[in-house]
């Protein structure tokens, strides 16, 4: 089992850039694949970003490609979300998500196929 803790939300203007780190705990983090979710108000949570156990492979949103970038750092058993040019529609909760799943295809997108989430950073971006 693994808890996640994001940090590193907050306001910013938009074109603005804010990092969200995940912190896991557990010694076998580099077993896990992971991802990052976001929801909004009134909305449905949704995929934003997911990288693999050895960080390899990498996915993303249509909605944040070219702007935002995952990554992962094992010895420290933490991810990043690095957020560049920074919209209004980028307000939301993020959540970070870990699966120790085979994850292939599609998968990566579902918030079903992640077994463990941390409990959120706010991030706002303001016009």
């Known amino acids: 089992q693994v808890q996640l803790v994001e940090s590193g939300g907050g306001l910013v203007q938009a074109g603005g850039s804010l990092r969200l780190s995940c912190a896991a705990s557990?010694?076998?983090?580099?077993?896990?694949?992971m991802g990052w979710f976001r929801q909004a108000p009134g909305k449905e949570r949704e995929f934003v970003a997911a990288?693999?156990?050895?960080?390899?492979?990498?996915f993303y949103a249509d909605s944040v490609k070219g702007r935002f970038t995952i990554s992962r750092d094992n010895a420290k058993n933490t991810v990043y979300l690095q957020m560049n040019s920074l919209k209004p529609e980028d307000t939301a909760v993020y959540y970070c998500?870990?699966?120790?799943?085979?994850?292939?295809?599609?998968?990566?997108?579902?918030?079903?196929?992640?077994?463990?989430w941390g409990q959120g950073t706010q991030v706002t971006v303001s016009s």
């Open positions: 998500a870990a699966t120790v799943r085979n994850m292939y295809g599609s998968s990566w997108y579902g918030a079903g196929e992640y077994d463990y």
């Open positions: 557990g010694r076998t983090f580099s077993s896990y694949a």
């Open positions: 990288i693999s156990w050895s960080g390899g492979n990498t």
